[in-house]
T-cell receptor, first 115, second 113 residues
Framework: EAGVTQSPTHLIKTRGQQVTLRCSPI?????VYWYQQALGLGLQFLLW???????NRGNFPPRFSGRQFPNYSSELNVNALELEDSALYLC??????????????FGSGTQLSVL | RKEVEQDPGPFNVPEGATVAFNCTYS??????FFWYRQDCRKEPKLLMS???SGNEDGRFTAQLNRASQYISLLIRDSKLSDSATYLC??????????????FGKGTLLTVNP
């Protein structure tokens, strides 16, 4: 069974550009989470989608946005890129987003470099 | 106080050693707790959930102290393959189903031959 897949694996952009990252959850998982892992900062929660709706959002500016499609795949969009957006962006999925003991399964991430 | 705070590390231990990691969380409404492991340049993977009564999985033991808002992970008889970053994760539920999983910065463990 395929795990969580993310694309692209690496991306280089310049300041001010826009980027779209993609994530396909494990088959049957309805919840998708996005995290940013910048060097030295640990994983920072970005967004949580479940059943096509945004359920929660981390402390990031509005230029970070996303959506979840009917097939539960998800996109993360970042507008007006800044140098500090350079990071590994990790997507994770879980079986039932509302449960309290959810286990996350992560993709390998997209490494974004902003020059 | 940070939402989830871990020992800064790094920890360097010889094979066979016992090592313990600590983690504190700030939100008393937190409902579930986990330890994840992240190898260098890899994605995090669930190591174990942490239950109120404490739980053990082979060489790994996790403990939770709700009164002190404290979680621990004990690794006995360390192996070279245990070298990784260990992430403390806390699930906090707010209004409705508005919850999020918050990760600590992680503690780097290196087990030396």
């Amino acid at each position: 069974e395929a795990g969580v897949t993310q694309s692209p694996t690496h991306l280089i952009k310049t300041r001010g550009q826009q980027v779209t990252l993609r994530c396909s959850p494990i088959s049957g998982h309805t919840s998708v989470y996005w995290y940013q892992q910048a060097l030295g900062l640990g994983l920072q929660f970005l967004l949580w989608y479940d059943e096509g709706e945004e359920r929660n959002r981390g402390n990031f500016p509005p230029r970070f946005s996303g959506r979840q499609f009917p097939n539960y795949s998800s996109e993360l969009n970042v507008n007006a890129l800044e140098l500090e957006d350079s990071a590994l962006y990790l997507c994770a999925s879980s079986l039932m987003g509302a449960a309290t003991n959810e286990k996350l399964f992560f993709g390998s991430g997209t490494q974004l470099s902003v020059l | 106080r940070k939402e989830v705070e871990q020992d800064p590390g790094p920890f360097n231990v010889p094979e066979g050693a016992t090592v313990a990691f600590n983690c504190t969380y700030s939100n008393s409404a937190s409902q579930s707790f986990f330890w994840y492991r992240q190898d260098c340049r890899k994605e995090p993977k669930l190591l174990m959930s942490v239950y109120s009564s404490g739980n053990e999985d082979g060489r790994f033991t996790a403990q939770l102290n709700r009164a002190s808002q404290y979680i621990s992970l004990l690794i006995r008889d360390s192996k070279l393959s245990d070298s990784a970053t260990y992430l403390c994760v806390v699930n906090t539920i707010g209004g409705g189903s508005n919850y999020k999983l918050t990760f600590g910065k992680g503690t780097l463990l290196t087990v030396n031959p």
